[in-house]
């Protein structure tokens, strides 16, 4: 693998579970032929992590005890612009449209895929060939309720969302009805389903 670039591949796994470690690094010799791995177990560990090894690529799980590492994407990207992010995570991936949309280096596998599936997904990962394709069927939706949505996907609470827009908290609840009702779901994991 490291023979098509002038720049040997090394990866960094950031993962605070041992077994994940073992299985993709296992994958990455086996059929990758990538020995230099690196490991990150911390959140507050890992931007000094990836100035340590500088690697080529980050395999990033999102959720740790200490916090979720999407809140240090800009930074990361920011220093590392050419650093390869796999987002390596048990959840779905239409809550994470807008981070993929946003960073071209940046794609998304799902823990809970197939042994099959993650083998192919990080195979073209080291590829270069980002098998993510944001969608979002969220026709009808005005401006201002995809908007919202947008941030609902995100994570923001009706709180949060009306500090970033600038609105009151009743109007955002406003919005969510409406987005409830024009895209006909019950609760947020149908809102997730629709948006993926």
């Known amino acids: 693998m490291s023979k098509t670039s002038e720049t040997p591949v090394k990866v960094l796994l950031a993962d605070d579970h041992t077994i994940v470690f073992s299985g993709v690094r296992l994958i990455l010799k086996q059929d990758l032929g990538i020995t230099d791995v690196a490991h990150c177990q911390e ?26 590492s999407i809140n240090l994407l800009p930074e ?17 991936r239409p809550l994470f449209d807008n981070i993929l949309k946003r960073y071209k280096n940046v794609d998304f596998c799902e823990k809970n895929e197939s042994e099959a599936s993650v083998t192919e997904h990080i195979k073209r990962f080291f590829r270069g060939e980002f098998a993510y394709k944001p969608t979002r069927k969220t026709r009808g939706l005005g401006k ?38 024009k895209l006909n779901a019950n609760n947020l994991v149908d809102l997730v389903r629709i948006y993926g």
């Open 144 to 181: 201002r309720e995809t908007q919202i949505m947008d941030l609902m996907m995100k994570g923001y609470s009706t709180q949060m969302i009306a500090q970033e827009l600038g609105l009151k908290s009743n109007t955002i609840s406003t919005f969510k009805g409406r987005i409830f009702r």
């Open 76 to 92: 990361i990207t920011a220093s590392h612009p050419n650093l390869k992010i796999l987002l390596f995570s048990m959840h779905p």
């Open 43 to 68: 959140l507050d560990e890992l931007i000094s992590a990836i100035d340590k090894h500088q690697p080529t690529h980050l395999i990033l799980d999102i959720s740790f005890p200490d916090g979720s």
